[in-house]
């Protein structure tokens, strides 16, 4: 298993000399995808492709039925900020921050304005050079923190 450095950019895990030709591939087939809008992704994974939702998606069973999901509306301004990137054979993981502003309809919760900044971490598993699996998970206590909607417990301390 290789890794960056998360203090590294992800142009320094692209020169790894340990990184075998497909593993690199892999790499920037994931970092590619990453920045293209939900309607070109298709291009790039297998017919039939679902990713697997750990995370917003339980946002989604707490929504009305009639209530939107999460789409490109909902953070129109959305970058994603990699943090690490590791490749192995066919699998690629990353972890990365969502960062933007609540400007739609988020599963049921109103636009709120509000900058947010959200991990996010995924796995990729690539096939005959597409997307064939993934999966993801979200920190979405912290979601929800961020655009208002839980007022519940505190934060906890830093480092904890």
Known sequence: MRTANPVTTVDHVLNDPTLTEQELANIRLVLHFRTLPFAERSKYTVPGFKPNRMGMSNLNDLKDDDAPGYNAQSIPDRRD??????????R???????????LGDMYGLSASGRTLQVLEIGQWRIEDGLIAEAWFLVDELALLRQVGAWSGVSSPAPGR
């Open 81 to 90: 900020e990699m943090l690490d990137i590791i490749a192995h054979g066919d």
């Open 92 to 102: 690629v993981w990353a972890t990365w921050n969502i960062c933007g502003t609540h």
